[in-house]
């Protein structure tokens, strides 16, 4: 198996409105509707696609627009969407706040065309003056204010809401052995290295640059077994915890953990990241701790879970967007290596 990106599944998982959040094996389940944290990873992923065909810049735009349809004039964002078109839930500032201005700034630095960058960066400015009490949805809205600032320096909201994020995150631990800023690793845990790696550019901020770097590398470790990674499992991972394998492993614990190392070379130009970038790609393709493959290659989709004597065969839109996040990051950077 290759690092190849597929969008076959995705494509099969989107309609005229949005992003379907789950599927039956690899048929979309839409009585179950879409929503915002699925359709802004998907920002995130077509946005980074070098040279997109016109189909993907379609479905971009349209997950684009399903986003802004989401904010409130407040900054807001609702989450959850069913396929007539209504809103099921109110205004919040939880993960999918979080998730969609991660994914309006990565258009906003990224998408393919001038119309499309400035709908998204005026769209991540309306969202980008409010905060979050969830240290998490502020670490994921850290990464759209890092994008943005990678393109545009002196954008203000950005660099404010950024700055916002590292005191959310918090200082390490004092326990050299759980430097984690958290009582317990849960899920999408790379995200918090990563973001503090973007302040530490950004800002900058060397201070968080070298606590990012540190929790990244010890994060890595912890979740390395034997040459392989072992990600933190759907209960999480506390101090003193068993060697044994955790499951059910889920895929976005590797794809968050591909985007810190990928992120990591990109600023210091260590091999050692490579080395964990890898390790996630391999996950996906059977190098885990159930020796089995979550790519599903007829399909182009990734599976929902890596579980103790196989996988959950189930493909949805979380899952395969783990995948192709991965995948582009090892297109870059492993294959031409």
């Known amino acids: 198996m290759t690092a190849d990106v597929s969008f ?15 599927a039956l094996g690899a048929v979309p389940r839409r009585e179950h509707g879409y929503c915002v944290d699925d359709v802004a990873r998907g ?26 349809a ?25 993960d999918w706040w979080g998730r969609a201005l991660w994914g309006l700034g990565t258009v906003a630095a990224r998408a393919p065309t001038l119309r499309t960058r400035e709908t998204a960066l005026a769209r991540f400015r ?14 994921f809205a850290a990464l759209g204010a890092g994008e943005v600032l990678l393109a545009l320096p002196d954008h203000q909201p950005a660099r404010d809401l950024l700055a916002a ?24 845990n790379a995200a918090v290295p990563e973001a503090l790696i973007l302040a530490g550019v950004c800002l900058p901020d060397e201070a968080a640059l070298a606590a990012g770097l540190r929790l990244l590398a010890w994060l890595l470790d912890l ?35 591909a985007d810190a190392c990928a992120r990591a070379y990109d600023v210091t130009g260590e091999t050692r990241w490579l080395v964990g970038l890898a390790r996630a790609q391999a996950w996906f393709l059977g190098d885990n701790d ?10 182009g989709g990734c599976c929902d879970g890596l579980e103790p004597h196989g996988r959950n065969i189930n493909q949805g839109a979380e899952s395969t967007l783990a995948l192709l996040s991965t995948a582009q990051h090892a297109r870059r950077l492993l294959v031409a290596r």
């Open 8 to 22: 076959d599944h995705l494509l099969r998982l989107s309609d005229d409105i949005g992003l379907f959040e789950h």
């Open 43 to 68: 920002l995130v992923v077509l946005a980074r696609e070098p040279d997109p065909p016109l189909e993907l810049v379609r479905l971009l735009k349209r997950y684009l627009a399903f986003v802004v």
């Open 70 to 94: 989401a904010q409130s004039s407040d900054g807001a964002v609702r989450n959850r969407r069913d396929t007539a078109g209504r809103w099921r839930d109110q205004p919040g500032l939880g």
């Open 126 to 139: 309306v969202s980008a003056g409010r905060r979050s009490r969830w240290p998490r949805a502020m670490t």
């Open 165 to 188: 994020a590292v005191t959310a995150i918090g200082p390490l631990g004092v326990d050299p052995a759980w430097p984690w800023p958290e009582p317990t690793l849960r899920y999408a």
């Open 223 to 257: 979740e390395t077994r034997g040459g392989r990674l072992s990600p933190t499992p759907v209960g999480g991972r506390q101090p003193g915890g068993d060697d044994e394998p955790g499951f059910d492993q889920q895929p976005i614990e590797a794809a968050t953990l």
């Open 290 to 299: 159930s020796v089995m493959p979550l790519l599903d290659i007829n399909t």
